[in-house]
C-alpha cells in the first residue's frame, strides 16, 4: 500500500467516524429525556430555511454579478421552477431533480 492510498484510506474512516458521530451526539446528548430543550427545537425551526436561502444565494452569485444572460436566465428559469415544483409537489427530490436536469439541458444545449 502507497503513501498515497493510506492517505485516501486515512480520510475516508476519518469521515466515517465523523459522520457516525455526527449522527449519534443527539442521542447522546440527550439520551431518554422526554422534551428537547427549547434552543434546540428554536433551531431546528430556523436553520432549514435559513440554510436554503443561504444555498439559494450561493447557487445564484455568479450570474447576479457578471449580469451575462447566458449564465443569469438558466439560473433564474431552474431557480423558479425548483421553486414552483416544491410549492406544487412538496418533493424535494423531483424539486432538485428536475431543475439540475433542466439546467444542465440549458448550459450544454441552449445557452452555448
Same mark, same amino acid.
Given at each position: 500500500?502507497?503513501?498515497?492510498?493510506?492517505?485516501a484510506l486515512a480520510a475516508v474512516v476519518l /469521515?466515517?467516524?465523523?459522520?457516525?458521530?455526527? !449522527?449519534? /451526539?443527539?442521542f447522546v446528548l440527550f439520551g431518554s429525556r422526554?422534551?428537547?430543550?427549547? /434552543?434546540?427545537? %428554536?433551531l431546528g425551526r430556523v436553520l432549514p430555511p /435559513?440554510?436554503?436561502?443561504?444555498?439559494?444565494? %450561493?447557487?445564484? !452569485?455568479?450570474?447576479?454579478?457578471?449580469?451575462?444572460? !447566458?449564465?443569469?436566465?438558466?439560473?433564474?428559469?431552474?431557480?423558479?421552477?425548483?421553486?414552483?415544483?416544491?410549492?406544487?409537489?412538496?418533493?424535494?427530490?423531483?424539486?432538485?431533480?428536475?431543475?439540475?436536469?433542466? %439546467?444542465?439541458?440549458?448550459?450544454? !444545449?441552449?445557452?452555448?
Amino acid at each position: 500500500m502507497t503513501p498515497s492510498d493510506r492517505y485516501a484510506l486515512a480520510a475516508v474512516v476519518l /469521515a466515517a467516524l465523523l459522520t457516525f458521530a455526527t !449522527r449519534l /451526539a443527539p442521542f447522546v446528548l440527550f439520551g431518554s429525556r422526554s422534551k428537547v430543550p427549547p /434552543a434546540v427545537e %428554536y433551531l431546528g425551526r430556523v436553520l432549514p430555511p /435559513a440554510l436554503m436561502a443561504l444555498l439559494v444565494v %450561493y447557487c445564484l !452569485r455568479s450570474g447576479l454579478w457578471t449580469m451575462d444572460i !447566458r449564465t443569469l436566465l438558466p439560473q433564474l428559469v431552474c431557480a423558479a421552477l425548483a421553486a414552483g415544483l416544491q410549492l406544487w409537489k412538496h418533493n424535494e427530490l423531483l424539486s432538485i431533480g428536475a431543475a439540475t436536469g433542466l %439546467y444542465m439541458l440549458l448550459v450544454q !444545449r441552449v445557452f452555448i
